[in-house]
Nanobody, 127 residues
Framework: QVQLIESGGGLVQAGGSLRLSCAAS????????MGWFRQAPGKEREFVAA????????YYADSVKGRFTISRDNAKNTLYLQMNSLKPEDTAVYYC????????????????????WGQGTQVTVSS
């Protein structure tokens, strides 16, 4: 098992930027494919971005492509989400998640593929 703690959320104006971090502890971080999900009020949790174990292959939801960048530093056991050009519709609780996957380059896109979740960090974008 791996424990995940998100940070970096907050209140930002539309057009602004935030960088979320997800610190991992426990089992070796580099053995997990990682992802970011978000849940807006009254909506189901949705996929945002995912990255493979080695940080190579990445995948983004269409709604954030070109604005968000997922990255990881396996030496620091940390996952990041750089969010630029934020919009009010990006307002949500953001969760990081870890899954074993299949091999070093697999990217996990579905919630059911992840079995370790953080507690979430709130991102609020004002118009």
């Amino acid at each position: 098992q791996v424990q995940l703690i998100e940070s970096g959320g907050g209140l930002v104006q539309a057009g602004g930027s935030l960088r979320l971090s997800c610190a991992a502890s426990g089992r070796t971080f580099s053995t997990y494919a990682m992802g970011w999900f978000r849940q807006a009020p009254g909506k189901e949790r949705e996929f945002v971005a995912a990255i493979s174990r080695n940080g190579g292959p990445k995948y983004y939801a269409d709604s954030v492509k070109g604005r968000f960048t997922i990255s990881r530093d396996n030496a620091k056991n940390t996952l990041y989400l750089q969010m630029n050009s934020l919009k009010p519709e990006d307002t949500a609780v953001y969760y990081c998640a870890a899954g074993v996957g299949q091999g070093w380059i697999s990217v996990l896109l579905r919630e059911v593929e992840y079995d370790n979740w953080g507690q979430g960090t709130q991102v609020t974008v004002s118009s």
